[in-house]
């Protein structure tokens, strides 16, 4: 029983960063109707700029704020210099676009702070977490639910309350409408890639601690939290964070309870689980079907 709640917390505690990535993701597909496959690696570099802050003597939680609100600009800043220009483009140019986004990025991070493995300190104690009787969990892990929540409840009621995030579901679900009622799409849009930008470098942050830091700390999370945002719904933003927490505890009780994944096979699970959804329910969990009339 013991170990059972300490992989269901731990699975809680990964399940929210790929939630925070996955919410990511979908918010850029609801804008674009692509993935943007260099989300994952945007996340990386914003987590050495937390790196090299706290390095130089920055209390964490400083560093925290001010990483996400360089991850928020750099965002806009992308969103402006290179996807608007190539907005009207095929979909495979976008698409090679992404792909040179997540090249440039991890080519970027290794020519700045090398290739080398760097410990990313955790911001909780180092010690457990004592949640009943004899069942503890580790400080991070129960940290980072917490942290995660709070994201994503404030990311909630600021498209649920705000007028601003009011507009810029708006624009994102139907920009021709928009611009009628004069709200300035092409900002909304910039908006929504900055807060994506913003999601992601928490997500990163969190995961950190756990993978260490590195170049290529953030493929396989990505991964998994594709998989969360395609099994919750990838037109769902709250459907795509059910769907992170999912695949996190999927994940850790499959590794520890199903002898012939272990470790080893954990991402086999995630690949299959996004072909299973794909052909069984391309709408996921709480997603909408998309139907269009010919």
Known sequence: MDLFVQQLVGGLATGGIYASLALALVMIHRATELINFAQGEMAMFSTYIAWTLISAGMPYWAAFFIT???????GVVIERVVIRPVEKASILTIIVVFIGLLLIFNSLAGWIWTYTIKPFESPFPDRPFHLFADISVRMHDAGAILVTLAVLTLVYLFFRFTPLGLAMRGAALNPESSRLVGIRVGWMLALGWGLAAAIGAVA???VAPITFLDPNMMAFVLLYAFAGALLGGINSPGGAVVGGFMVGVLENLAGTYV?????????????????????FRPSGLFGKPVVVRV
């Open 259 to 279: 002898p012939f994944i272990g470790n080893e096979l954990k991402l086999t699970l995630a690949l299959l689980l996004i072909i299973a959804v794909v052909i």
């Open 68 to 74: 996400v609100t360089v991850s928020f600009a750099g």
């Open 204 to 206: 990163g942050m969190m």
